[in-house]
């Protein structure tokens, strides 16, 4: 036997072999041999969002002097020297959601200040997330809101004093969907036989499709 095909079946003999392994070993529903479970650490490492209450805020705190210099280096090249916007990267201050061309900002737009740390800390800077520390996200979200004129320049940003500063906008979202909660229940008894439904009404002839060709100025029906 050539020395390929020793290898064939050797491989082929492994092949089988493993297969059985996992035939004959117990193995949770979903299981398909591939990967390991997250270690706590792992999972720690990126169970990292944070609620509007402030739960899921890391310990650690920031001044806006700190956040300066912070921002200076990690985000300016983006968002500006003082949050106005560079080429198309979007503005963190000013900006209006009034008119025709909306620009929401942090300031003009956003609900919780919490939302601003939670972003910065698991999205930004945008080549490489999620490599800022608890202390620097904290010190680069109160700089922003200080931009804003939403907090004082001594607002020192930590797990306690976040979840409390009051954002302009917050007030003007609706928090409660009043649209009335609606169940489709699949048909499971005595439903109508599919071979007895018959349409009865159709759009055809009733000048409700417009042609889908021609200029958009001269559309007619069909």
């Excluded at 050539?2 to 290898?7: A, E, L, P, V």
């Excluded at 919490?114 to 904290?138: C, K």
């Excluded at 020192?156 to 909660?181: C, G, H, S």
Aim: aromatic content about 10%; overall charge negative.
């Amino acid at each position: 036997m050539s020395s390929s095909r020793k290898f064939a079946a050797t491989l082929l003999l492994g092949i089988v072999a493993a297969s059985t392994c996992v035939l004959a070993g117990e193995r949770p529903a979903g299981y398909f041999g591939y990967g390991r479970v997250a270690t706590e650490a792992e999972v720690a490492g990126w169970a990292i969002s944070v609620r509007p209450d402030g739960q899921g805020l890391p310990p650690g705190e920031g001044t806006v002097n700190q956040g300066a210099d912070a921002y200076t280096e990690q985000c300016s090249a983006c968002h500006g020297t003082f949050g106005e916007g560079a080429e198309r990267y979007p503005k963190l201050v000013g900006g209006s959601i009034k008119g025709d061309r909306p620009e929401p900002s942090v300031g003009s737009y956003w609900p919780f200040a919490t939302t601003l740390f939670d972003y910065i800390n698991g999205a930004m800077p945008f080549p490489a997330p999620h490599q800022l520390s608890a202390d620097q996200v904290y010190a680069i979200t109160a700089y922003i809101l200080n931009l804003n004129n939403i907090v004082g320049s001594d607002f020192v940003a930590n797990r306690e004093t976040l979840p409390k500063v009051k954002m302009p906008y917050r007030d003007r979202f609706i928090w409660k969907d009043p649209r009335p909660d609606t169940k489709n229940t699949e048909c499971m008894n005595d439903c109508a036989d599919p071979a007895s439904v018959r349409i009865e009404s159709t759009a055809e002839g009733k000048e409700l499709t417009p042609r889908t060709t021609g200029p958009l100025d001269d559309m007619k029906p069909k």
